[in-house]
């Protein structure tokens, strides 16, 4: 878990840093299911279906992204709030990527630490840490994607990112 987190954390491509916390969310379903408990199955199951349909979300969201920008350098995208529609989208499954109360990961997580906790409380703090800088990772995503500042630098070559995505 915490291997694919630091991976994720000194990418640059939007897509691989999507793709290494999937990662990390997989070594947690690998972990409830080898708990051996039912809770752990179910908790499984359940993420298992709520992570096929967030990442997806985030690929697509990332695709669209690289369809009007011909890039998927994260030092390219900034201030993308302008545009409401991708914006609240992006926002929203990175909100349920994490695990925010009533989304999928939230409930699975839940059901997951519950039965950790059942076999051992030591483990349980022990994958809290990965958890955490997951959330830590996708919220500087979020941050960076749709508040940051655009750097002129970054543009000498290429045209300005957000334009495009207004013609």
């Given at each position: ?73 994260i ?9 409401a ?7 929203f ?33 022990f ?20 508040f ?10 290429k ?9």
């Amino acid at each position: 878990m915490l291997f694919s987190l630091f991976s994720a954390a000194c990418q640059i491509d939007l897509k691989r840093i999507i793709a290494y916390g999937s990662v990390s969310h997989m070594a947690f379903v690998t972990l409830c299911i080898f708990l051996g408990n039912l809770g752990g199955l179910e908790s499984a199951v359940l993420m298992m279906l709520g992570h096929g349909f967030v990442s997806s979300s985030l690929f697509l969201l990332i695709g669209i992204l690289y369809e009007r920008g011909h890039t998927r350098n994260i030092r390219y995208y900034a201030g993308l709030y302008k545009i409401a529609g991708f914006g609240f989208y992006f926002l929203f499954f990175i909100l349920c990527d994490i695990g925010i109360p009533f989304s999928p990961s939230f409930i699975s997580e839940f059901i997951g630490f519950m039965a950790i906790i059942q076999v051992s409380i030591f483990l349980a703090v022990f994958v809290s840490f990965p958890i955490i800088l997951g959330v830590v990772i996708s919220l500087i995503l979020a941050a960076r994607v749709l508040f940051g500042l655009n750097d002129s630098r970054y543009f000498t070559n290429k045209p300005r990112i957000l334009t495009n995505f207004l013609y």
